[in-house]
Every structure is written in structure tokens, then in C-alpha cells.
């Protein structure tokens, strides 16, 4: 499985961005994909994760529930990571992930990951 993460870039305080993750390859026993970021100097953190399969049940860490919205286009097989009224502690590298087992906020569990894609957020 090949993850490409794209959309990333330069806003100002209160903007938005959205942000694209395209799988390609062997993708059909992927059960979830996540986006996670690592900001300079921090551990990697989970930010939204989101079932590929069924109703696609969405999973939000506490940080950008409610700012942060994570879709998908099955027939696209991407997922998109919406993000608004962006401040600059959401300054980071962004991945995006997929899993074969569950929908988890656990890098552990997942088993693919794309490049990054860097977000700077600017006062």
C-alpha cells in the first residue's frame, strides 16, 4: 500500500486547509485510515481516524474535536482531513495511515504510512 499526502501549506491564524490522502496498491484489506502529526520537537500524536468500511464511524482526539473534520471518497480511495480556525499550536507534519486491523488512535495499529505533509500555521 502506497499512502500520498498532499494539501498541506502556509495559512495565517483562523484559516483552514484541507488536507488529501490517496491510497493506491493493495489496498482492500485496509480497515481505517488516520491522520496523525508530529510537530518539531514532540512525540507523533493522533489528530482523526476513520473506518473505510460500513458507515465509516469517525474517531477524533480531544485536541481538534469539533475543528477538525476527516472524510473519506471510497471511490477515490482518499481521505481528506478538513481543518478549520487553525491556530499555530497546529503547526506539524501531518500523516496519513492505514490499517489492516482497526480504527484505533494507536500508531501501533497502524500499518502503512505516507511522507507527510507539512502544515505551518503563522500569527
Known amino acids: 500500500v502506497q499512502l500520498q499526502a498532499s494539501g498541506g501549506g502556509l495559512v495565517q491564524l483562523g484559516g483552514s486547509l484541507r488536507l488529501s490522502c490517496a491510497a493506491s496498491?493493495?489496498?482492500?484489506?485496509?480497515?481505517?485510515r488516520g491522520w496523525f502529526r508530529q510537530a518539531p520537537g514532540k512525540a507523533r500524536e493522533f489528530v482523526a481516524a476513520?473506518?473505510?468500511?460500513?458507515?465509516?464511524?469517525?474517531y477524533y482526539s480531544e485536541s481538534v474535536k469539533g475543528q477538525f473534520t476527516i472524510s473519506r471518497d471510497s471511490a477515490k480511495n482518499t481521505v481528506y482531513l478538513q481543518m478549520d480556525s487553525l491556530k499555530p499550536e497546529d503547526t506539524a507534519v501531518y500523516y496519513c495511515?492505514?490499517?489492516?486491523?482497526?480504527?484505533?488512535?494507536?500508531?501501533?495499529?497502524?500499518?502503512?504510512w505516507g511522507q507527510g505533509t507539512q502544515v505551518t500555521v503563522s500569527s
Open positions: 476513520i473506518n473505510w468500511l460500513g458507515a465509516g464511524a469517525t
Open positions: 495511515a492505514s490499517s489492516n486491523r482497526k480504527l484505533s488512535s494507536s500508531s501501533d495499529n497502524y500499518d502503512y
Open positions: 496498491g493493495r489496498t482492500f484489506s485496509s480497515l481505517a
